[in-house]
């Protein structure tokens, strides 16, 4: 129960850090302010996933890997691939079953499908080195923080209980 707990901060964390990420790259970018998601609350699934898995990886035990640096660019480089993989097969299930493309790197070169491309699987690259060397040491903590205090557990389920709300609300939206 604790490490489900940890994980669902994990994913919370990543799904509202990632919305704000989002949120200021567009307004960059189209110079206005956009609701960067699928959902109208201010939450990122996709980015929820990623932190998620850039947790779970980078929590794996690589000891057998002699060398720290061949150890750490393992570890990066099966972040960028899973996360640009998540990525990949979020874009896919929104075209194919929704009929909605929620973002478009047609004009990028070496684009698959304008779904996933060689610059962005780079950036997720990077994201996922910042993330192993800064942020994963704070991240773990918390999450084994608040595995052990249960109090805030409660919090966690009224986090997913709107969560769950809005994603219903979304879809029905799109259909």
């Known amino acids: 129960m604790n490490y489900f707990v940890g994980i669902s901060l994990v994913f919370i964390v990543g799904c509202s850090l990632g919305w704000l990420l989002e949120l200021f790259f567009r307004r960059i970018v189209h110079k206005k302010w956009i609701n960067p998601g699928f959902l109208v609350g201010p939450c990122l699934p996709?980015?929820?996933t990623g932190l998620?898995?850039?947790y779970l990886v980078s929590s794996i035990n690589l000891s057998f890997i002699?060398?720290?640096?061949?150890?750490a660019i393992v570890v990066i480089l099966?972040?960028?691939?899973l996360m640009t993989l998540v990525e990949y097969?979020?874009?896919l299930v929104f075209i194919k079953k929704m009929k909605v493309k929620l973002w478009?790197?047609?004009?990028?070169p070496g684009n698959i499908q304008g779904i996933i491309c060689p610059l962005f699987?780079?950036?997720?690259?990077?994201?996922g080195a910042l993330y192993y060397?800064?942020?994963?040491?704070?991240?773990?903590?918390a999450a084994l923080w608040i595995g052990e205090h249960p109090l805030f557990s409660y919090f966690i389920g009224m986090y997913f209980g709107v969560f769950i709300v809005d994603i219903c609300y979304s879809f029905h939206v799109v259909s």
């Open 46 to 48: 996709l980015y929820g």
């Open 52 to 54: 998620t898995f850039l």
């Open 66 to 71: 002699s060398s720290e640096i061949v150890r």
């Open 78 to 81: 099966l972040l960028g691939v």
């Open 89 to 91: 097969i979020t874009g």
């Open 104 to 108: 478009d790197y047609s004009s990028r």
């Open 121 to 127: 699987s780079f950036f997720w690259g990077v994201i």
């Open 133 to 141: 060397f800064l942020l994963h040491p704070f991240i773990a903590q």
